[in-house]
């Protein structure tokens, strides 16, 4: 048997693996377009094209270059040709079009379609070196206690009468409950009875005409609802975000009240802001009964026919907090529908409530907030300032066929209403409402010259190593640097593939990998020297070469990746990102300088009988052992 000579399928499947390496690492040579996306607020709106017109004249009339125009649904994206322009032009576009419409910055792919095709795209880059936006939310407390004390105020009422507590009214005041009563004797009986059951307030007796009990939510209660708010809309967000397909984001949370979102590398900023913005939720209420008094019931007007409306109980069966899932679909005529599914206590209850309410129509109300943005003048500069409304309509009136349980649908939509209230089901509705505090964007100028800085610390690290194994290593150092050029190729074609985000931190990854590789082959090199300096033979000290370090590069990037998989599960952001790099890194560069090196080194020696080996530093006494040539010895 012939040492150091690979069989034929070995060689043909490394060739296999670069080649496919050096395709799906290619698109990462087509940067993207800056670019502006603007997308209609309403699901379903299309932009017309005198909207279109007024867009471009726009452009042109503030000297903002333009060369492409996509139009796919109501969305419109603009290609740019400078980033410097990408600001002014959302500004002026927003100014210009109102609250109807979203305006966001984007990143227009460049990849030729063939690749597109065949599942090769280019690396997501971190908000620091592709630019991006930032979210900062903050969660509107005083509607969110608003809410809370309402739902209290149904509770204490549903107790008082199942008690025969006779009551006269019992309304809000701040974060307490005002409950009179006629007799100073119901008085006394609802104080002992409700600082009983209601364990979260402290309940007092104020002694006046109406014979006053009020319950106050106690301080600690307050502070848990306040910092359940933000947890849940934390978990919210990131879901939404989840549900987007946004590579690395990162969502935290900012103080007692506020989320901070960064979204690197989206596709789709507008809808992303469109999506993460809305404090959208679903109450399913039934028709009001013809004969059924004005208190009772309210009139809401269709959300995509304004005269259009309806009238509803204002009693509330379920809410969308009750949804465990949401899917858009189509029924047997081909209409958009979505397919719900609630959770054991909102399926009882609409049991209950559908099982008698057969024949009557049921309404779904869809409850929004909804920008409103205002320009002030403020120490000489127009400052735009945005507040929040809620909305609510209705987006289906379905009579009930018969009871409904834990699956049932919504129908009446349009195909893009479908799918965002699907979408936004399925992430969880907001404990509270939200609103932007503040939106800033990475400028992609900032984002060039992190990367170009990235880039030049990898090329200037990478020329360094080069010049040192082909003085040191010679033919073998030739090989080695083949072998570090194909290590980056695969390292950059995984990343593509699985769609890792590259950040700063994932460049310095890159940049301690060539390091890595370079070390494994140093390893290699020295030992095949030693063994030709202990008498071995060329072919015998490239076979113990390669198989005696073998163990200890394996030892040593074992240990760095059970670092990295440490890293990656305990880290957020760029830690992350370095953390994948990384490990991904280690696996590359192990390929590369065992496999690919020595595949190159057979290719050279294998299989024949030679007496010189190109590889440096062989000392005189070897020269004799072995009958190595002078040249090698130097």
Not at 167 to 191: C, G, M, P
Not at 250 to 264: A, D, K, T, Y
Not at 403 to 427: D, H, K, V
Request: hydrophobic content about 45%; proline content about 3%; charged content about 20%.
């Amino acid at each position: 048997m012939m040492l150091n000579k690979y069989p034929l399928w070995k060689n043909l499947l490394i060739v296999l693996v670069l080649a496919l390496a050096v395709i799906y690492s290619v698109p990462n040579l087509y940067p993207p377009d800056p670019a502006i996306q603007i997308t209609p607020n309403k699901s379903g709106a299309v932009l017309s094209e005198r909207s279109l017109e007024q867009i471009r004249a726009n452009l042109i009339e503030n000297n903002i270059d333009f060369f492409g125009e996509e139009v796919t649904g109501g969305t419109v994206l603009f290609r740019l040709t400078d980033n410097e322009q990408q600001l002014p032009a959302k500004d002026r576009l927003q100014r210009m079009l109102g609250d109807e419409f979203v305006v966001a910055l984007n990143r227009a792919p460049t990849t030729p379609q063939w690749l597109l095709d065949i599942g090769a795209g280019p690396m997501t880059l971190g908000l620091d070196l592709s630019g991006g936006v930032h979210f900062l939310m903050e969660v509107d407390m005083e509607s969110y206690m608003k809410g809370q004390m309402k739902n209290y105020q149904a509770e204490v009422k549903r107790l008082l009468r199942e008690e025969d507590i006779k009551y006269r009214r019992v309304t809000i005041e701040e974060n307490s409950l005002r409950i009179s009563f006629k007799t100073e004797e119901l008085q006394d009986q609802a104080d002992t009875f409700l600082g009983r059951e209601m364990a979260d307030f402290r309940a007092t007796t104020v002694s006046n005409k109406a014979n006053d009990v009020i319950l106050a939510l106690t301080e600690q209660k307050v502070k848990d609802l306040q910092s359940y708010a933000v947890k849940q809309n934390l978990t919210t967000i990131r879901n939404r975000v989840n549900e987007l397909g946004v590579a690395e984001p990162l969502v935290q949370r900012q103080g007692s009240n506020r989320i901070v979102v960064q979204l690197p590398g989206v596709q789709d900023t507008a809808t992303a802001k469109k999506v993460l913005g809305k404090a959208a939720n679903l109450s399913f209420r039934l028709e009001a009964e013809p004969d059924a008094g004005r208190f009772s019931n309210e009139e809401y007007n269709f959300r995509n026919d304004d005269f259009r409306s309806a009238r509803v109980e204002k009693k509330e069966i379920i809410s969308g907090d009750r949804v465990t899932n949401a899917q858009p679909s189509f029924d047997e005529n081909g209409q958009p529908q979505v397919n719900i599914s609630l959770d054991s206590t909102g399926a009882n209850i609409m049991a209950k409530v559908t099982r008698k309410a057969i024949k009557r129509r049921m309404a779904v109300l869809f409850i929004e907030q909804k920008p409103t943005t205002r320009y002030e003048m403020q120490d000489g500069k127009e400052v735009a300032i945005t507040k929040y409304t809620e909305t609510r309509g209705i987006i289906s009136l379905a009579t009930i066929q018969s009871q409904l349980g834990s699956s049932f649908r919504i129908t009446g939509l349009e195909p893009a209403e479908a799918s965002e209230l699907a979408l936004l089901l399925r992430a969880g509705a907001l404990a509270a409402p939200m609103y932007f505090v503040e939106e800033r964007t990475v400028g992609p100028s900032l984002g060039k010259d992190n990367i170009e800085q990235g880039v030049t610390s990898v090329l200037v690290g990478l020329a360094l190593v080069l010049v040192f194994m082909m003085i040191f290593y010679r033919l073998f150092g030739f090989y080695a640097n083949i072998a570090l050029f194909f290590n980056l190729v695969i390292l950059i074609a995984l990343m593509s593939m699985i769609g890792a985000t590259l950040t700063l931190p994932g460049i310095a990854g890159i940049v301690l990998t060539v390091g890595m590789a370079v070390d494994a082959n140093v390893l290699i090199f020295s030992r095949i020297r030693e063994e030709l300096n202990d008498g071995r033979s060329p072919q015998h000290a490239i076979n113990e070469g390669y198989d005696r370090a073998f163990v200890t590069i394996f030892d040593a990037n074992l240990t760095t990746l059970i670092v990295a998989v440490i890293l990656f599960a305990v880290g957020t952001g760029p830690v992350k990102g370095f953390a994948v790099t990384l490990s991904l890194g280690i696996i590359t560069s192990m390929f590369t300088a065992i496999v690919l090196t020595r595949s190159l080194v057979n290719m050279t020696y294998g299989g024949r009988r030679i007496n010189t080996l190109s590889i440096g530093g062989i000392n005189k006494d070897a020269i004799t052992k072995n009958n190595l040539t002078v040249e090698d010895a130097k």
